[in-house]
């Protein structure tokens, strides 16, 4: 079976492996990337969706030039989100104090460069096959109990999400492509000025799969190890303005596992300037930067101190 082997592929790295990559930008679109060192070939993938068996081969490709990315993870049988057929998903389960985490690496295969690229040009049923020297990325820790449930189970801050769409509001119970903006944007307000990028360039705290997530764009495992210390406390204090608290975990237990780090006023939690410090040295280390180069291709390098 082709999930099996791309995990046994998986189970096979070692913890002293390196990427064989390189910078990492932000595209005008505010998706993420990795440079590569070297050019691959993505084979003609299918409109409808890329199944495990056409999968293979891109894997046993990409695991060699990621290895510390996807170092303890595993490849998720089914999609989540479901609607991104062309990816493939990555998990890997995390343990905080109070609640534990996913990281979830979902890797976008679809075509998306220019027509340089074509190797095989493609038609009603199948994407173009191409050269690249870059894979698209999404890297998010996501918030789960300390007994999760077969992956992914959140810990929802919001059920549903409305939008407007031709003069008509849709509520959706499942994510689609829809503008989550507004929602993040809710999120990193019931934080202080902790961030060293503003929120519409990049936002480190995003809304996915109904919760407050954390980008992680260099996920080796140093990094997600120092992401669950700082997000941990990060988004109860963010929970807290949206469910009421006691249905993770007492407030007694909460204020036991986080004393310096967390407060309580007015029934809401909020960071002592312990916190603030520690997210603040976590989150200066990244800044945005822009040569000439990357002004004409829309992009900024995502630059990691």
């Known amino acids: 079976m082709a999930l099996n082997q791309i995990n046994n592929y998986i189970r096979l790295i070692d913890a002293q492996n390196v990427n064989k990559t390189g910078n990492i930008y932000i595209n005008i679109l505010k998706n993420e990337f990795i440079m590569l060192n070297e050019e691959i070939s993505i084979p003609k993938i299918p409109?409808?969706?890329?199944?495990?068996?056409?999968?293979?081969?891109?894997?046993?490709?990409?695991?060699?030039?990621?290895?510390?990315?996807?170092?303890?993870?595993?490849?998720?049988?089914?999609?989540?989100?479901?609607?991104?057929?062309?990816?493939?998903?990555?998990?890997?389960?995390?343990?905080?104090?109070?609640?534990?985490?996913?990281?979830?690496?979902?890797?976008?295969?679809?075509?998306?460069?220019?027509?340089?690229?074509?190797?095989?040009?493609?038609?009603?049923?199948?994407?173009?096959?191409?050269?690249?020297?870059?894979?698209?990325?999404?890297?998010?820790?996501?918030?789960?109990?300390?007994?999760?449930?077969?992956?992914?189970t959140p810990i929802k801050l919001i059920q549903s999400i409305t939008t407007e769409s031709d003069q008509y509001f849709?509520?959706?119970?499942?994510?689609?492509?829809?503008?989550?903006?507004?929602?993040?944007?809710?999120?990193?307000?019931?934080?202080?000025?902790?961030?060293?990028?503003?929120?519409?360039?990049?936002?480190?705290?995003?809304?996915?799969?109904?919760?407050a997530c954390m980008n992680i764009p260099n996920p080796i495992p140093l990094e997600l190890d120092r992401a669950v210390i700082i997000f941990e406390p990060l988004f109860f204090i963010i929970a807290s303005h949206f469910i009421p608290?006691?249905?993770?975990?007492?407030?007694?237990?909460?204020?036991?596992?986080?004393?310096?780090?967390?407060a309580i006023k007015d029934q809401k939690l909020v960071p002592t300037p312990n916190l603030i410090q520690m997210a603040k040295e976590y989150f200066n280390r990244y800044s945005l930067t822009r040569d000439e180069q990357c002004m004409l291709k829309g992009w900024w390098q995502l630059v990691i101190a």
Request: charged share 20%; proline share 8%.
């Open 245 to 262: 608290i006691d249905s993770i975990i007492s407030l007694h237990e909460l204020e036991a596992h986080f004393p310096e780090l967390i």
């Open 170 to 211: 849709h509520t959706y119970a499942m994510f689609d492509d829809i503008d989550t903006s507004n929602i993040t944007n809710e999120f990193i307000k019931t934080l202080p000025d902790i961030f060293s990028i503003p929120s519409n360039l990049y936002s480190f705290i995003v809304m996915d799969y109904y919760t």
């Open 47 to 152: 409109v409808s969706k890329l199944s495990y068996i056409e999968a293979l081969p891109i894997a046993q490709t990409i695991i060699p030039l990621i290895p510390l990315f996807l170092f303890g993870h595993t490849l998720l049988e089914e999609r989540q989100p479901a609607h991104e057929l062309h990816s493939l998903h990555f998990i890997r389960l995390l343990e905080g104090r109070c609640i534990n985490f996913y990281h979830v690496l979902r890797v976008d295969f679809k075509f998306g460069g220019d027509s340089s690229a074509i190797l095989e040009p493609g038609n009603n049923d199948y994407y173009p096959s191409y050269r690249t020297n870059r894979l698209y990325y999404k890297s998010r820790l996501v918030p789960t109990f300390k007994d999760p449930s077969p992956p992914i």
